[in-house]
């Protein structure tokens, strides 16, 4: 597959992309019945959006800060202190850019400090090669509603290997993602065993494959390999012109997208305030 041409204005798209996945999420938990789990939204600018959830103060990625940039240095002392009213650590995820130097400057006087990378990863919306097509994996599209929508959570936060009895909104949150617009909810099945789960978002021309997961007992089978190419063949068909994902570099999920034609676009920072 073919990587297009990163600009500026295809960045803010992917940033655009992903940032809206991640709030929609959000929402979704915060609006399950008195909000068990404490979500609270902001937006600091057009661009800056941060979210929390103070009932699950260790779940470090519901602490999120995205699109910050150079411009948005003076921001970051409002960002930490709503959080530190809160008690909560935020994590921050930036995208390259050029004149780093006053961000991270901020950052520091803040109490951050640089805690890791996530690769964004691309490609040309194009079909992929159909050699998971004699695999034993099955993959089907979950229905909005339904036991196999509670299917979907289970087996996605299981692979997360989140606790059912501890995150019961997580579970009812997930659930209706079937539900959203434009967004499909996948169930990678062995021998009628539910074993993978994952999603795809399309949208502003973008198949954005997002949040597969395996539970421990279904790995090295061939799901994630299955669920991705299912949804690369349904974003092609749904009119995506890019691919687009992310992940944390060395791990096999990494390696299962590049092995599926995916390469790097760009590595993000994770800034965290400790």
Same mark, same amino acid.
């Given at each position: 597959?073919?990587?297009? %041409?990163?600009?500026?204005?295809?960045?803010?798209?992917?940033? &655009?992309?992903? @940032?809206?996945?991640?709030?929609?999420?959000?929402? $979704?938990?915060?609006?399950?019945?008195? &909000?068990?789990?404490?979500?609270?939204?902001?937006?600091?600018?057009?661009?800056?959006?941060?979210?929390?959830?103070?009932?699950?103060?260790?779940?470090?990625?519901?602490?999120?800060?995205? =699109? !910050?940039?150079?411009?948005?240095?003076?921001?970051?002392?409002?960002?930490?202190?709503?959080?530190?009213?809160?008690?909560?650590?935020? #994590?921050?995820?930036?995208?390259?850019?050029?004149?780093?130097?006053?961000?991270?400057?901020?950052?520091?006087?803040?109490? *951050?400090?640089?805690?890791?990378?996530?690769?964004?990863?691309?490609?040309?919306?194009?079909? +992929?090669?159909? &050699?998971?097509?004699?695999?034993?994996?099955?993959? =089907?599209?979950?229905?909005?509603?339904?036991?196999?929508? @509670?299917?979907?959570?289970?087996?996605?936060?299981?692979? /997360?290997?989140?606790?059912?009895?501890?995150?019961?909104?997580?579970?009812?949150?997930?659930?209706?993602? +079937?539900?959203? +617009?434009?967004?499909?909810?996948?169930? *990678?099945?062995?021998?009628?065993?539910? %074993?993978?789960?994952?999603?795809?978002?399309?949208?502003?021309?973008?198949?954005?494959?997002?949040?597969? *997961?395996? %539970?421990?007992?279904?790995?090295?089978?061939?799901?994630?390999?299955? %669920?991705?190419? #299912?949804?690369?063949?349904?974003?092609?068909?749904?009119?995506?012109?890019?691919?687009?994902?992310?992940?944390?570099?060395?791990?096999?999920?990494?390696? &299962? !997208?590049? #092995?599926?034609? $995916?390469?790097?676009? /760009?590595?993000?920072?994770?800034?965290?305030?400790?």
């Amino acid at each position: 597959m073919s990587v297009p %041409l990163l600009t500026e204005g295809m960045r803010a798209r992917i940033e &655009n992309c992903s @940032q809206a996945f991640h709030t929609r999420w959000l929402e $979704l938990l915060r609006d399950q019945p008195g &909000n068990p789990s404490g979500v609270e939204i902001r937006r600091f600018s057009d661009e800056v959006v941060a979210t929390s959830a103070t009932k699950c103060p260790d779940v470090q990625w519901l602490q999120h800060v995205s =699109r !910050l940039s150079p411009a948005d240095a003076a921001l970051v002392p409002k960002v930490a202190a709503w959080y530190h009213a809160k008690m909560l650590r935020p #994590r921050f995820e930036i995208a390259p850019c050029s004149d780093f130097e006053p961000l991270s400057a901020a950052l520091v006087d803040v109490g *951050a400090r640089h805690t890791g990378f996530i690769d964004v990863l691309w490609s040309r919306a194009t079909p +992929p090669d159909d &050699n998971d097509r004699a695999s034993a994996v099955t993959v =089907r599209v979950i229905e909005p509603g339904g036991q196999d929508a @509670q299917q979907f959570a289970r087996v996605l936060l299981g692979g /997360y290997e989140v606790p059912d009895d501890t995150f019961t909104a997580h579970w009812a949150a997930v659930a209706l993602w +079937p539900a959203e +617009p434009e967004w499909s909810c996948y169930l *990678a099945e062995v021998d009628g065993e539910s %074993l993978g789960a994952a999603a795809l978002i399309v949208t502003d021309g973008i198949g954005y494959l997002a949040n597969a *997961a395996t %539970l421990p007992a279904g790995r090295q089978q061939g799901c994630q390999q299955a %669920l991705i190419h #299912r949804r690369m063949r349904d974003a092609v068909a749904a009119g995506c012109e890019l691919f687009l994902t992310m992940a944390i570099p060395g791990l096999v999920s990494h390696r &299962n !997208l590049e #092995r599926a034609g $995916l390469g790097v676009a /760009y590595t993000k920072a994770v800034w965290t305030v400790t």
